[in-house]
């Protein structure tokens, strides 16, 4: 493969050649249309045109996987075969613009008559283009810097009820679960700026708890705060944050968009946590929209410091192979020709970073400083800082102690957050007691120790075993 070309791989369905509608694909997203236009000449084709890489057959179905009125008026009746293609594009095409990017790779494709289904599945991106982009600030060194969490996963939860809570009654819940021994706490996607706790109440009285916690304890727990709005005002609230002596904000990234999230990562030094809600309806149908590899590849090229995965046996209807391949897609660097990762960076099968913080896990208020310094942001757009190039996974939905073996089994890894919000808030002895029992579940599996076998030992994880376990 060029360095100056991209290649995207799809997951077609079509009753015709699939190298015919392969070439057809290239030539809509190129340099080319459904005929040769005055201009076309050879020389422009050669610098701009797409080129079919392969084309892999696959199954046959005897019904179309999605409607087609064009297919229909060619009185066309199968059978529908399905391939997997790959196509590379020169980024000559494109420069560093993520719209246009996404555009090129995944827009009037879905639209062609020729084909019954169509899904982006992955991106392979060179090096050199990567660059032209933005890169995580923080990553997953810079998020266990800042909770003081030198190793081990970070433990977290969502705060419920989602809406209906004023800003104080929200600070309240904050410092209650910040008492329980959490490392991170977020917003709901569907709370952001309501008239019963505006970002301008509630970012003040949930960090005034956030401070309290740490002047006690020297434990800064990091509150995603929800600032998904327009641009402009993202900016504004991302400053309030700031300068409450908060770290981290969440936008909601299918409806803010590559480049409002693009230039808030620009403007914010905050760690930036990328909620993928709506991916259902771009992902949920196999021959329709876009994969999560290829989704994540956009957006890490946008700048954000975490990822939702979803979780393992967890709520919603995603297949657990797709978490695993998502979790493993954040973890890895993100151009095919990437330089290995620096020293203490590289994540480790069956370990983690294990980022010397130079200090414990939980730092003494004298450590508290360089926490509540402001965040400015250590990286020009597209260039390189100390943090690499992978993102924190997010695990979420239905996550308690119970599903902690499968996750370790599957990721081999403690480079993640793992969200729990039933999980913890139902413990039937409290939240404190949801939070140890989370932890004890990963220590038992990171010592290669059964659950069972652990909570014998462990009353907090044993009653959550048996209260989940039977709910389940």
Not at 373 to 384: D, E, I, K, V, Y
Not at 441 to 451: E, F, K, P, S
């Amino acid at each position: 493969m060029h360095a100056d070309r991209i290649e995207a791989t799809y997951l077609i369905e079509t009753p015709l050649a699939p190298a015919k509608v392969a070439e057809v694909m290239a030539g809509e997203q190129s340099c080319g249309t459904f005929t040769r236009v005055h201009g076309e000449t050879d020389d422009l084709r050669a610098r701009a045109r797409a080129i079919v890489e392969s084309v892999e057959k696959l199954d046959v179905a005897e019904t179309p996987a999605l409607p087609n009125s064009w297919l229909e008026r060619q009185r066309n009746s199968g059978p529908w075969q399905r391939a997997r293609v790959t196509i590379s594009f020169p980024t000559g095409n494109i420069g560093a613009n993520l719209p246009t990017l996404a555009a090129t790779v995944a827009g009037n494709l879905y639209d062609l008559g020729e084909v019954t289904g169509l899904r982006l599945e992955s991106l392979r991106l060179p090096q050199a283009y990567r660059d032209r982009f933005d890169r995580p600030v923080h990553g997953i060194a810079g998020t266990r810097r800042l909770t003081g969490v030198a190793d081990g996963p970070l433990v977290g939860s969502i705060l419920k009820p989602n809406v209906g809570l004023s800003a104080e009654e929200t600070g309240d819940l904050v410092g209650t679960l910040c008492a329980a021994g959490l490392d991170f706490i977020k917003d709901d996607e569907i709370c952001a700026d309501p008239v019963h706790a505006p970002l301008a109440q509630r970012i003040p009285a949930v960090m005034d708890r956030v401070r309290r916690h740490q002047d006690r304890t020297g434990k800064h727990v990091m509150v995603a705060f929800n600032i998904t709005d327009e641009t402009d005002a993202m900016r504004r609230h991302a400053d309030l944050v700031e300068r409450e002596g908060g770290s981290c904000i969440m936008v909601s990234l299918n409806w803010c968009g590559h480049s409002a999230v693009q230039t808030l990562r620009r403007h914010s030094g905050l760690v930036l946590h990328g909620h993928r809600n709506g991916f259902g309806a771009l992902s949920r149908h196999p021959l329709l929209g876009i994969g999560f590899d290829a989704y994540q590849a956009l957006w890490r090229l946008a700048g954000v410091d975490h990822m939702h995965v979803h979780g393992l046996d967890g709520k919603f209807a995603q297949p657990d192979a797709e978490v695993i391949d998502g979790a493993r897609a954040c973890l890895a660097p993100l151009a095919y020709d990437a330089p290995p990762l620096p020293p203490g960076e590289r994540v480790g099968v069956r370990g983690t970073h294990g980022v010397d913080l130079g200090k414990p896990d939980t730092p003494t208020p004298a450590d508290t400083s360089m926490q509540r310094a402001p965040l400015t942001p250590t990286l020009s757009p597209g260039g390189r800082g100390d943090v690499g190039d992978v993102v924190m996974p997010a695990f979420s939905s239905g996550q308690w102690a119970g599903t902690v073996p499968v996750t370790w089994e599957a990721v081999g890894t403690a480079d993640l957050l793992f969200m729990s919000g039933g999980g913890i808030m139902a413990h039937p002895d409290g939240p404190d007691a949801g939070v140890r029992s989370i932890r004890q579940a990963w220590d038992a599996v990171r010592a290669g120790r059964r659950l069972e076998d652990a909570a014998a030992e462990q009353p907090e994880l044993r009653h959550a075993l048996d209260f989940f376990g039977r709910k389940g």
